[in-house]
């Protein structure tokens, strides 16, 4: 344990105080969430990103010494295990090396090695490697390893079988196959041709080369995909030559011997059948994963930066989910997310009835004074965004629209989430409710839905999709964490995701709500059934209940601190009500005027722990998010025929790709601004530039109505 926390802090750069209590922390079952919030001191203000990679990687370091032990048992079992074999694992520095060292002790299927053994030629192999007969004829070697008895009928039969024991011997030997995959990762060439004619999305691979050292992930992905469709066939090209002769210089014996040459044929036979197959799987699949690990890590960014998009708050929304053939759903949804109304009209083809929709969508503005129609994206969204922004202008008072990412409504509306919280309406109708309040709340409605399907990703399906979900998932966790949850309105599925309330704890605090109606104190919270002490302490403090007495109830404070909280306010001459009267003057003024670190020796708590306190007794109830720029809401419409070279327009960035950004610029068909055009200096990643979720102006570069593509620069605009 000591020589794993070692290493995290000389990994991560790093204090060893703050490792040694991060992995205090984690083992005593807390929270990253928690961890980060409510233990700033313990770990020196580690945030949750870095504490879940720390975890993260203290998980693989602890599997790794796991595994270590297991080889080195499993060796020594066999009575195999030498000295330097027992140094080679302690110096191992990844699960790789390990399995590599293990190789030749694991148990086989039966090889051509493995039947040559029972033949009984592996005697005739170690003289043979040996190398050590200068002179003579070999077939006086031979000779005696020849038995009818064993199939081993000829001096052929021998010879190849003593070879194939090479062979695997030299593919097995841990310190040859590091060596040739690190001339693997430095002079290999991915190459990747079409196996078929017909046109596809991989056509730009159809003749690819490009070095392993420096192919970018997101291609390594893309042509995974395009091998698995049947549309590529893939390779790595190496400099053979250089690798066999690597391999002869340190098995081939410098004094010839008459036995040097079946040596030479057997490390050619190694690499060939052995050793270039194994190694080029292994070399593909480790691209695979680090290319696997920037796309989560691209996923993850994108998917915290729509979550953590501004509410839209204190307004009626009417949210609209197109269709042609069968209408365009509707459900009208008050300011705290209840549905007050739905129906199905038919504005667009094949049945066109726009007048009669036009009079039923006005009834409905009118009765519940609608502020936002919420359009999702989907088919018909353009029609449906035309005909709307038409309506618009009949109507006297304002009534904005905005189009919506739908992405995971379908999903959602079908689920037996969904089934469960509106059992009386049928599928569409569930989208379209859904469709509205992700424009209200996007974090409480999109917490619904499975991340994988909210698709602002790069090849999540093809990745292992345990490690993207725990990824994902703690994205949710941070971000529903780092906002708060209304413990008197949270959905299970909200509740589910706060720091210490899994799936069960969720369910029975909706029903302790159902039946004992709101909560009026945190303290509450331990008399829900099966959440406990430690659940208590995990999840409190990410709570809010706005109705409260108590108004730290509605803050961040966490109830281990309102006694500190009281003291701060009695030393400063304020009380619980100038809290929540908002009548603190300049406390954080004060606050540095009498000295943080005297007060905070005084009340009993850290400086950061302190600052967080004065900053949520200033804003008790805040939402991070209201500090973000609003979404843009429209009142016309903008077409793709209407786009021309050269015009700047305002747009959302819907994904963050390694190549660019995807940008909503209003016309049904997102634009991309490729890497090169983000800006006017050389970046790397794009999400130096932008985010899921900013507001930018593009400059129209190219529009193709036909293959309906837009291609936008961001550059000095």
């Known amino acids: 344990m000591t020589d794993i926390v070692a290493q995290l802090i000389n990994e991560f750069n790093l204090k060893p105080f703050q490792v040694q209590s991060a992995v205090k922390l984690i083992d005593d079952g807390n929270t990253i969430p928690f961890i980060a919030r409510y233990r700033k001191e313990m770990t020196g203000e580690l945030d949750d990103q870095v504490l879940r990679e720390l975890h993260e990687r203290l998980v693989y370091l602890r599997s790794l010494e796991e595994r270590r032990a297991d080889v080195r048992r499993l060796i020594d079992e066999q009575g195999k295990l030498t000295p330097e074999l027992d140094a080679a694992i302690s110096k191992a520095v990844s699960l790789t090396e390990i399995e590599d060292i293990y190789r030749p002790f694991k148990p086989k299927r039966r090889t051509r090695a493995a039947i040559a053994k029972e033949k009984g030629l592996e005697p005739l192999a170690r003289i043979i490697f040996a190398q050590e007969i200068s002179k003579g004829d070999i077939s006086e070697i031979i000779f005696p390893y020849i038995n009818p008895d064993k199939e081993v009928n000829t001096e052929e039969d021998a010879l190849n079988g003593a070879m194939d024991i090479i062979a695997e011997e030299i593919s097995d030997n841990a310190a040859y196959r590091k060596a040739i995959r690190e001339m693997f990762f430095k002079y290999g060439i991915i190459v990747s041709k079409a196996k078929k004619e017909e046109d596809s999305v991989y ?14 992930r997101h291609r390594v992905l893309a042509i995974n995909r395009g091998e698995k469709e049947e549309f590529l066939q893939v ?22 011997s008459i036995t040097s040459e079946y040596v030479e044929k057997a490390v050619e036979d190694s690499y060939g059948r052995l050793i270039f197959p194994s190694i080029e799987r292994e070399v593909r699949n480790e691209l695979t994963e680090l290319s696997e690990e920037q796309a989560m890590k691209v996923f993850a960014t994108n998917l915290r930066n729509l979550l953590l998009q501004p509410p839209v708050k204190g307004r009626i929304v009417l949210g609209l989910d197109p269709a042609y053939r069968t209408g365009c759903k509707i459900a009208v949804v008050d300011d705290t997310g209840k549905v007050l109304d739905t129906t199905v009209i038919y504005p667009t083809p094949p049945l066109n009835k ?3 929709a036009g009079k039923v969508l006005k009834q409905l503005i009118d009765k519940h004074k609608v502020d936002i129609i919420s359009i999702g994206n989907g088919t018909a969204s353009k029609e449906s965004e035309i005909f709307v922004a038409d309506l618009l202008k009949e109507i006297d008072r304002k009534v904005y629209y905005m189009v919506v990412s739908e992405a995971g409504a379908s999903v959602y509306s079908a689920s037996r989430l969904g089934a469960e919280e509106f059992p009386e309406f049928d599928v569409a109708l569930r989208s379209a409710v859904s469709i509205a309040r992700r424009l209200q709340d996007p974090l409480a409605e999109l917490v619904k839905i499975d991340p994988k399907a909210i698709g602002i990703g790069q090849y999540q399906h093809d990745m ?15 971000c529903v964490n780092s906002v708060g949850v209304d413990l008197n309105t949270a959905s299970p599925s909200l509740l589910s995701y706060v720091s210490g309330i899994n799936a069960s704890i969720a369910k029975n605090i ?48 966490h109830p281990e601190s309102y006694g500190a909280v009281e ?24 606050v540095e005027k009498k000295g943080i670190e005297s007060i905070a020796s005084q009340i009993g708590v850290g400086v950061p722990t302190l600052r967080d306190m004065v900053n949520e007794l200033l804003k008790p109830g805040r939402d991070p998010r209201d500090e973000l720029p609003k979404p843009v809401l429209l009142s016309d419409v903008l077409h793709l025929e209407d786009l021309k070279s050269g015009m700047v327009v305002t747009g959302t960035v819907r994904n963050v790709a390694d190549f660019g950004a995807f940008i909503d610029i209003g016309v049904h068909q997102d634009g991309l601004v490729h890497i090169s055009e983000l800006c006017d200096r050389f970046i790397k990643n794009p999400m130096e530039v932008v985010a899921v979720g900013d507001i930018v102006k593009v400059r129209i570069l190219d529009v193709d109505v036909q293959r309906k593509r837009i291609s936008l620069s961001m550059k000095g605009t």
Do not use: H
């Open 203 to 216: 056509r730009m691979y159809y003749d690819f080369k490009e070095p392993v050292s420096r192919i970018a």
């Open 235 to 256: 390779k790595i090209d190496v400099p053979s030559e250089q690798v066999v002769g690597y391999l002869k210089v340190n098995t081939v014996s410098k004094q010839r």
């Open 354 to 356: 726009v007048q009669e």
């Open 464 to 478: 292992n999709q345990k490690k993207l979900g725990e990824s994902l998932g703690g994205v949710v966790e941070d």
């Open 510 to 557: 909706v029903e302790y709500r159902e039946s004992n109606g709101k909560f009026n104190k945190r303290q509450e919270l331990k008399k829900v059934k099966k959440l406990g002490e430690k659940a208590f302490e995990q999840c409190a403090g990410f709570l809010r209940i706005p109705e409260a007495p108590n108004i730290l109830d509605n803050t961040s404070v």
């Open 567 to 590: 003291k701060l306010l009695a030393i400063l001459g304020y009380t619980l009500d100038d809290v929540k009267n908002k009548k603190l003057g300049n406390l954080k003024q004060e």
